[in-house]
């Protein structure tokens, strides 16, 4: 079993629509997680960390769940911008992040 | 506030060399880390320096190595190059009690021929 686990998508969305998808991980000791972005062929950007329950930033909600190791990330009212993959990154500690393979948004006009 | 640098861009290198990659932190971080990305994969953790000293290391044999200077600023060498070794090299920095948020660099595009 990978270490974070994430669906490769693509998960398509229309231009204003609202879309959620997960990340499992492996290591209940885990302490801190992470959604970055990445557009093609470019560095990722951190996006949100998670630290307890869960976090808000405008448009983006992600939710923690510890018994079900999972961490979904939630967009409200999708922009065109907002096309990329999302990579959950769960921090491993010693300075190690695992990353995950990402999953892949498109949103469409 | 400048973001985290690299150099060079793209290197194009043949089988068997020896490359040095650069990265420069944001200003305050003192921890440098390094990633490989091959094409199509995810992110493999490299090296973790803080301090001047290696902190941890990824599952990469002894060929990839790498320093920390006074500055913060840091070096990626990797030896006796080979073809598997094509990717982009990402750098992040972090500040010491930002619970390891890391902020990435453009990356160093490594061809090997």
């Known amino acids: 079993r990978k270490e974070v686990e994430q669906d490769p998508g693509p998960f398509n969305v229309p231009e204003g629509a609202t879309v959620a998808f997960n990340c499992t991980y492996s290591?209940?000791?885990?302490?801190?997680f992470f959604w970055y972005r990445q557009d093609c062929r470019k560095e990722p950007k951190l996006l949100m960390s998670?630290?307890?329950s869960g976090n808000e930033d405008g448009r983006f909600t992600a939710q923690l769940n510890r018994a079900s190791q999972y961490i979904s990330l939630l967009i409200r009212d999708s922009k065109l911008s907002d096309s990329a993959t999302y990579l959950c990154?769960?921090?491993?500690?010693?300075?190690?992040?695992?990353f995950g393979a990402g999953t892949q948004v498109v949103v469409t006009p | 506030e400048a973001g985290v640098t690299q150099s060079p861009t793209h290197l194009i290198k043949t089988r068997g060399q020896q490359v040095t990659l650069r990265c420069s932190p944001i200003?305050?971080?003192?921890?440098v880390y390094w990633y490989q990305q091959a094409l199509g994969l995810g992110l493999q953790f490299l090296l973790w320096?803080?301090?001047?000293?290696?902190?941890n290391r990824g599952n990469f044999p002894p060929r990839f190595s790498g320093r920390q200077f006074p500055n913060y600023s840091s070096e990626l060498n990797v030896n006796a190059l080979e073809l598997e070794d094509s990717a982009l090299y990402l750098c992040?920095?972090?500040?010491?009690?930002?619970?390891?948020?890391?902020?990435f660099g453009p990356g160093t595009r490594l061809t090997v021929t």
């Open positions: 992040a920095s972090s500040a010491v009690d930002s619970a390891y948020e890391q902020y």
């Open positions: 290591n209940s000791a885990s302490q801190s």
């Open positions: 998670v630290y307890s």
């Open positions: 990154v769960v921090n491993k500690g010693w300075g190690k992040l695992q």
């Open positions: 200003s305050g971080h003192t921890s």
């Open positions: 320096y803080d301090e001047g000293e290696e902190r």
